[in-house]
Structure formats: C-alpha cells, structure tokens
C-alpha cells in the first residue's frame, strides 16, 4: 500500500496553494527531521542541502535504512518541498545531565511555518531520558522543548507543530505549556503516536482552550502512543507494520487523494496489555521506577553502549558485553530488576 513515500510521488508536484497543509505533510517533515540538519552548513532550502558541506553525515541515525534516503531525495526534488527552508536547527546532547533534544523549523514555500520536534534517536541517553517520563514530569526534553517554541514563534504571526514519537510528545507538551497568546498562534498540534502523559492533559484548560487544535493519530497496533496515556486516542490509522513496527511512520499506510487511510480496528489483545501495563507503572512509587531505570542503563553504561546503530552492528558481540555487565551487578540490583520487570509485565 502507499505511504507516504508514494505521497510525494502522487501530490509533490503541487504547491500548497494547490493541495494545503495537511497531515501526511507534517508526517513527511516529523519523518525528515530524524535527518542530522545540525551537521549541513547550507540550510537555505531543502534542495541546496543536496550538494552542501557535511550532507554525508545527515543519515547518521540509520535506523530507518534506505527508506529515509529515498524521502529525502524524493522530498528535495518535489516542487512542494524542494524550496522549503530549514530554519534554527537546535541540538543538545548531555549524558551528564540526561537530556538527548532535536528540534527544527521548516518554512515550505506558501504554507505557515512548521514547528517540528525530532523523536528519539539512536543515542541511548535519549531512551533513558523516554522512560524517566514513567516517574517525572518535566522530563529535560520537555522543558527544552517550551524554550524552543517560545524562541521559534517570535516573529512568526502562525505556525504548526508536529513531532513523531518522543517528538510528539514534546509537540504537545510545548504548546500545552506556553502563553495564551503563543497558543492562539498555533494552526495545528500533530503528535504521531507520541507516549503519553502520566496525567490526563484533558484536564488541562490549556488542552480546551486549544479547541481541538491537537490530533493525536497512532497507528492500529499502537504500543508507544497508549503509553502512560489516560485520555482518548483521536485518529487511528491503518498501518502494513507488525506489533511495534506499526510504530514505523513509513508502514502508514496513504490513500490516492493524498490522506492517511484511517480505520476504528485495533488490536485489542495489544491494547488490554498496554492498560495492564499502564496500570502496573502506576502501582510503582516514582523512587521504584527510577532506581530501576537507573540500573538499567547502568548495565548499558558499563557495558559501553551508548548508540544503538552501533550497537545492532555488532550486536552478538556487545550483549554479550551486556550480559558481562549484568552479571558484575550486585545481588541487590539484580533482584531490583527482575523484582521491577516482573511487576510492570504481571503486576
């Protein structure tokens, strides 16, 4: 089925003028900005990166293979997206302070600017700083990502924000934490099957006062976008991914007209196992969840595994490096674990 590869290939040869704004398009853009753009010293459209200084280095994370390569290119040569320039790249990575943070503005020629924080990438400091969103709220990312919106809308009259992920995590919690005049300059919140929130943000005047302006849409087998998750999920669309590769925005599947292929189907075996898990973190103390988060990727710290591209390269030989790691573990930690790991699957 097409996705959103094919979107392009079907509707780039049309301006914004001719097909608006819509959400496949900042699907396309949330996917683009797993692209390394901090590294590209020619920003001025997304064409001109093609023969900029550093371009090797834009397909770092290869998580996402020959896909990402293709959507790049399709995308740098299609009349819709080829002048779109790449505005205020921020990038901060700290394993000291845990905090892994990408966010990026692109201008498409015709259409409002477009706010997109980049999901989780292939440096593990960023997975731990995922799973400390179990126990704390402001994560790093999060706190970053209000500054940056803030930053990013002065002298911009309206704008979307998107992000997949992690990223639309961080595209609602910015929006949802930042002035009432900020907000009303907002078109539209896209947030692709970002984790959720350990509170519902339907509580939150700042989520009614945005008047449905934020479109949570997830995949049919949706595992990230439930979690943590206490309000409704908003659009479910069709996806030719399998259990947590459904996650994968190139599975979603794309109709001709140009629009994601919506359905009310889901798994429901997945989904009654995502709300036990759900329910087993909340039974945690947020003392238990982060001493066990923090022997965690103490295992990875000690085992030097700090990106995972490199690890799945030689992956035979760094679990077993991991393993090595688990083992020198004291007795404590190592019940700590299997304690934590056992109450969160069967609570």
Known sequence: MPNIIDFILLQGGKTFAEKPFCP???????????????HIDNTETLLATLGAAGRE???????????????????????????MKVRD???????????????MVFEPEGCAPVVV???????????KEDFAMAYRCPVPAQTLSVDYLAEAAAGRREFYVCGHSKGGNLAEYSVLHSGAELRSRVKMVYDFDGPGFASSVLDMPEYTEMGGRIMKIV???????????????GHRVDSDGAAIFQHDIF????????DFIYTDDESV???????????????????????????????????????????????RHNSRRILSAYNDLDETTKELLGDTVAELIFG
Do not use: H, M
């Not at 924080?117 to 997975?127: A, L, Q």
């Not at 995949?219 to 979690?227: A, E, N, T």
């Not at 599975?251 to 007209?257: E, G, K, L, P």
């Not at 759900?278 to 103490?298: H, M, P, T």
């Open 24 to 38: 496949v398009d900042a699907a396309v853009l949330s996917q683009l900005s797993y692209l390394k753009f901090e």
């Open 269 to 315: 075996g997945l989904s009654t196992a995502i709300g036990r898990l759900n329910a087993n973190i909340a039974k945690l103390s947020a003392d238990q969840l982060e001493r066990f988060v923090d022997a965690l990727f103490a295992v990875l710290k000690d085992a030097d595994i700090d990106n995972l591209v490199d690890f799945s390269k030689n992956w």
């Open 89 to 103: 790249v921020q990038s901060v990575k700290n394993d000291d302070s845990e905090v892994c943070f990408c966010a």
């Open 117 to 127: 924080f980049r999901g989780t990438d292939e440096f593990v400091v960023g997975w």
């Open 57 to 83: 280095r834009l397909f770092e994370d290869e998580r996402f293979g020959e896909d990402q390569r293709r959507l790049y290119f399709e995308a740098a040569f299609s009349v819709r997206y080829q002048s």
């Open 219 to 233: 995949p049919r087998q949706s595992f990230v976008g439930q979690l943590l998750r206490s309000d409704a999920i």
């Open 251 to 258: 599975n979603w599947r794309v109709d001709s007209y140009g």
